[in-house]
């Protein structure tokens, strides 16, 4: 009975202490979850307050951007505005300072005028006196007779000519009435044209600021609902998060009141048990006492009967009782050992049970730190992947509102300058060239395109012989070559470059042969501009030589008639083989041919010594004619520069791309320069 009364207080007590345990770990977990709960909302107030911060700054700070941009057009529109009616007044301001000083000039010419016509009449006055005192009295009276006949026609003449200058003040004045009146009119109108665009100036800004309202509050209505939207999302994605943590919670608790009814139903249990047990211990116990006193009365009446009938035998018995004894007594050790042995196993039994019941308390705590540390750390992982979650989808929001920004500033400047550039635009020569544009675009046949002009060209070059048709199709293949990237590439596939290499070296010195010559030139140097085909004009065979052999043929002869083609056959000869000796194992190739290096040397020299004496006879031909004029002509210094890597073709427009270089001496100085021939 102890043994099984220990048992069952051992489990009631385990059932407290698991019960205690749970409720212990649930209200850890709920003050725990509390706090991090209070600590998430802390972070997520921060949060959204620096966010509010941060989306507030950028917003303003695009908006001053925007409000800089405006301000700058409205700046730019309003001083042009200005500018027209600062030149119409100051036009006006011309006209009148012009009109006032011709008529003060006319007012002082006027008082010389009056100035010089009295001092002629005292004059007269004085020498008419003068002459009346000198004569006599017939002279007085010639005079006096004489005097009237000139006083008469004074009179007369001075009657025409005050006549003449009334008419000549009053057209005078009329001309000048006139001026002042065009003058007025002119003010007028532009006073009038001024104060109309004062208010049209006005009605556009009313206007602008009218529009700008309009785009605030459009804008603010968008961001209004934007937010709005955004609330939604956040407060849908708080009422998941809070029916999810709600949830669980509940989940947790309706597990730990399973917990808490198992076990209070088992200590009901154990309870009923228990007082079943007890009572039925109670009746056992009556059993006994009923059974061991029908017993004890049994002995009584048995040893009073066997006291009547043993009491001869009392020795006997007497030795049976101390028998008795001796068992009882040793029974009673013996259980006293047994008991002292029992208290030991029980003692034993409890501290391995208790360390039992703490290993395995230690390992479930540590399973449930582990696993709070787990909760914890997917619960911060999520917590980071959404804010980089929002982060990305703000910053792409705000990259999105920036570029719709930017794309909006770009077409209001876009439409400005398109505005700005017609209006400047608006040019009869402009429009004029416009117009024979439009008229050559709608005359152009299909037979006028690069391609089929340079389809047919190297087709009468394989096939022709006539002279004529080899110098029409080199022409045509020249324009092809040098405004059309494929049509370079079209003839480097067709083969033509070996064809037209033979037909110079079977060219000779003729005029007609030299056109043919300076075309197929010219078609080779645009191939050879082009990175992907001048590989083809290089890899011709005694392609290299035929250009030296043309160097040193047309190296240009002073008093030749056809010395000026000579020395366009020569600059462009050398700047093709520049071009094609720009790399250095090229470069290694030609110095490497025999005699190459000496015949580029020789050419140099002649051409050196051919510029100096032209420019000796051209400093003569100057100081002969210096006291003429006065004018001396200095011929420039050709000046060493390496411009191959510059040379570019003409459909690349850049500002850095130098033409072909025209004088010889500097042509030849390049093919030098380029080959690293020491001179």
């Known amino acids: 009975q102890s043994h099984y009364r220990a048992y069952e207080a051992r489990k009631l007590y385990r059932a407290h202490i698991k019960a205690t345990v749970v409720l212990q770990r649930q209200y850890r977990s709920y003050f725990l979850m509390k706090n991090q709960r209070c600590a998430y909302l802390t972070f997520r107030q921060t949060v959204i307050s620096l966010q509010a911060i941060i989306r507030g700054f950028i917003v303003r700070r695009s908006y001053k951007k925007l409000h800089r941009g405006i301000t700058k057009i409205q700046a730019c529109y309003r001083g042009k505005k200005q500018r027209q009616v600062f030149l119409c007044y100051k036009e006006a301001a011309c006209v009148i300072q012009q009109h006032y000083r011709a008529y003060c000039e006319g007012k002082v010419e006027q008082e010389k005028y009056f100035k010089i016509k009295h001092a002629a009449f005292k004059i007269q006055a004085s020498y008419r006196r003068y002459q009346v005192r000198k004569t006599t009295a017939a002279s007085k009276i010639q005079a006096w007779f004489r005097g009237q006949v000139l006083r008469r026609q004074y009179k007369a003449f ?11 003040r009053a057209k005078q004045d009329r001309f000048r009435f006139l001026k002042i009146q065009v003058a007025t009119i002119v003010i007028q109108r532009r006073w009038k044209v001024a104060v109309a665009a004062r208010k049209l100036e006005h009605a556009k800004h009313r206007r602008a600021k009218a529009a700008v309202k309009i785009q605030a509050f459009c804008k603010g209505w968008k961001v209004r609902n934007q937010m709005t939207r955004k609330h939604e999302a956040a407060s849908l994605i708080q009422l998941a998060f809070g029916a999810y943590t709600q949830r669980k919670k509940f989940l947790q608790q309706r597990k730990a009141a399973m917990v808490i009814q198992r076990q209070y139903r088992a200590w009901h249990l154990a309870q009923i048990e228990n007082a079943k047990y007890n009572k039925i211990r109670k009746s056992v116990i009556c059993l006994q006492s009923l059974c061991r006193g029908w017993l004890v009365r049994q002995k009584l009446a048995e040893k009073k009967a066997a ?45 391995f049970r208790t360390w039992l019941q703490r290993s395995r308390y230690i390992n479930e705590r540590e399973k449930i730190i582990v696993s709070q540390r787990i909760v914890k750390a997917w619960l911060l992982r999520r917590h980071r992947a959404a804010v980089v979650i ?3 989808v703000r910053k792409f929001l705000f990259k999105i509102q920036a570029k719709r920004t930017c794309r909006g500033i770009i077409r209001m400047q876009a439409v400005w300058k398109g505005y700005w550039l017609r209006k400047k635009m608006c040019n009869p020569q402009i429009s004029a060239i416009r117009h024979r544009i439009q008229q050559a675009n709608q ?27 080899i110098l029409a199709a080199l022409q045509h293949l020249e324009v092809a070559t040098r405004l059309s990237a494929v049509c370079c590439e079209n003839l480097a596939q067709s083969g033509a470059t070996p064809i037209i290499f033979t037909l110079i070296r079977s060219c000779n010195r003729s005029v007609p042969c030299m056109d043919v010559i300076k075309h197929a030139i010219q078609v080779l140097f645009n191939l050879s501009k082009y990175e992907k085909t001048a590989s083809v004009v290089y890899e011709v065979d005694s392609s290299v030589d035929t250009l030296l052999d043309l160097l040193y043929m047309y190296r240009g002869k002073a008093g030749d008639k056809t010395s000026d083609k000579c020395g366009s056959i020569f600059t462009k000869v050398c700047c093709l083989l520049a071009i094609l000796s720009q790399e250095s194992t090229k470069a290694l190739e030609v110095r490497s041919m025999p005699k190459a290096a000496d015949r580029i040397r020789s050419i140099y020299k002649l051409t050196e010594r051919k510029h100096t004496m032209d420019a000796n006879r051209i400093n003569v031909k100057q100081r002969m004619q210096t006291p003429h004029n006065g004018s001396l002509y200095i011929p420039a210094t050709p000046v060493r520069t390496r411009a191959v890597s510059k040379l570019k073709p003409d459909w690349v427009l850049r500002r850095d791309n130098v033409k072909e270089v025209v004088d010889p001496l500097k042509a030849i100085q390049l093919v030098v320069d380029t080959l690293g021939i020491s001179i």
């Open 443 to 469: 005359n152009s046949h299909e037979d006028q395109k690069l391609c089929n002009r340079t389809a047919v060209a190297v087709d009468y070059i394989l096939k022709y012989k006539h002279f004529s048709s």
């Open 390 to 392: 929002q982060k990305s």
């Open 158 to 168: 001075l009657a025409s000519i005050i006549f003449i200058q009334r008419h000549f």
């Open 307 to 351: 006291e009547r009938r043993l009491c001869f035998i009392a020795v006997a018995y007497h030795n049976i009782c101390a028998i008795k004894i001796q068992k009882a007594f040793r029974g009673y050790m013996a259980l006293k050992r047994a008991k002292a042995k029992i208290n030991s196993v029980i003692y034993i039994q409890r501290w």
